[in-house]
């Protein structure tokens, strides 16, 4: 499966913006899916992600109550809706899937397929 992101731009702090990841294959809908992001300088660091099974989700305690992860299995397409932007949200987002959830979903080396990364820049 191919992914690609889409939707990064440039918000003024406090607003929003709403990611996409459309998927190349229907079986993207039966996959765990994930957002990371990494800012200039630093490492990549995990943001959201959504069970396959029970649509379970976790977030990152950085973006926990702003960002919400969603899928859309009839577009094989997942989201992130972030909100409240701050200038610290600043990175590139990248989603990305793997074939069974993993305990250690936070960690990139867990995930198996990844998008190119969509830019998001939040102004002050």
């Known amino acids: 499966v191919q992914l690609q992101a889409s939707g990064g731009g440039l918000v003024q702090a406090g607003g929003s913006l709403r990611l996409s990841c459309a998927a190349s294959?229907?079986?993207?809908?039966?996959?765990?899916v994930a957002w990371f992001r990494q800012a200039p300088g630093k490492e990549r660091e995990f943001v959201a992600a959504?069970?396959?099974?029970?649509?379970?989700?976790r977030y990152s305690e950085s973006v926990r109550g702003r960002f919400t992860i969603s899928r859309d299995n009839a577009k094989n397409t997942v989201y992130l809706d972030m909100s409240s932007l701050k200038p610290d949200d600043t990175a590139l987002y990248y989603c990305?899937?793997?074939?069974?959830?993993?305990?250690?979903?936070?960690?990139?080396?867990?995930?198996?397929?990844w998008g190119k990364g969509t830019l998001v820049t939040v102004s002050s």
């Open positions: 990305a899937a793997r074939p069974y959830w993993s305990v250690a979903y936070y960690s990139p080396t867990e995930w198996r397929v």
């Open positions: 294959e229907r079986t993207f809908n039966t996959l765990p």
């Open positions: 959504k069970r396959e099974s029970n649509g379970a989700t």
